[in-house]
DNA sequence: TGTACATCAGTGAACGCGCGTTCACTGATGTAC
DNA sequence: TGTACATCAGTGAACGCGCGTTCACTGATGTAC
């Protein structure tokens, strides 16, 4: 086990970041949401198997911390895009799940079975931001979020196939408006 | 090991039916892709573990089977539903979806990284019966496909959303024709 | 028709590995006096 | 200011487990003569 700095009193709170970069990294570098082991991700964070335990109670509770930061991330994006109004938000959806491909396929890939009305807080920030920019429509908020989001996955799982550029696919999918 | 009657000779390769069926069994129950493990599939198929290496190089191409199985049964499902027309083609599509959550999520949430134009054959079938059913449109067809494929993921991921219902969905996703 | 034999489907034991988790612990940091 | 001490962040060794894979094998099935 290489050094590491251990962290001050009353700061033991950072080692929790520290692990979720850890997990995070090893998700996008591999591409493999079982690549997130508890010894991968303390061997990622330098720090030993045991020393997880203080933050999170299991495996389970890391992944889950890794999808709630990428759509604070997600949120984020469309946040600094909404100025540049709906066609920039879209865009900004788009980039980030190309960018981000594995985080992306992992948030929303999940089946969230969460009871009924109880959508992650982070998750509904991000589509508010779509409803917003939509004049409130919900309806056409949703409809351009399925097929953002349809294209951004399969672009992303079958990048074989001819998609039409992304300017054309923007054009077509903001038609429905 | 419990008794199993072997295959008689020349059919060996029956097996290799059994040994998909058993790993398409375990995905389904238990939503997992991971569970799909070697020795976890020669249980379910009643088999010993060192069977399946007659079948299988590894525990990766059992699930690619199981992928390429799936997109067959899709493009039969799209098959049947041709003569009514597009929309019976996209409700057969959502129904599909809908029915077999876990292995349309595997079958299109993984990323296939295939050599470019080589998409899988049993995918690209299903999309030509879509394109089909547009009357030769790739763009319409390939506009729908993102739609059909964006609703039917988030659904099954989000059931805590508050989609609309599936006539209301479609007729608007049928509205870009 | 009988029998020796090759083939083929599948077995059982064993291996080394990485995993999650537990336990008693260490030693630096800050605090009370 | 000095020092004893509690707290807190993190460690190292150990456990049992299921995994993928290998190996030499078994015994039923079909075939040649």
New interface residues.
Partial sequence: MQQRRRNARGEGARLRDEIIDAATAILEET?S??AITLRGVARQANVAAPSIYAHFTDREEIVAAVVARAFGELDASLAEAAEGGLRAICEAYLDFAAER?HRY?VA????????????SAE?QAAFTRLVDACAGN??TA??I???????A??A?????????DRPAMLT??L??T
């Fill in positions: 591409g949401e079982d491909p396929r929303f890939g999940r089946h969230h079975n969460l009871p009924a009305g109880e959508v998750g919900r309806q949703t409809l979020w399925i097929s953002l989001h349809g294209y996955s399969l992303a799982a079958v990048p074989a196939f001819p998609w039409p077509a999918i038609a429905q």
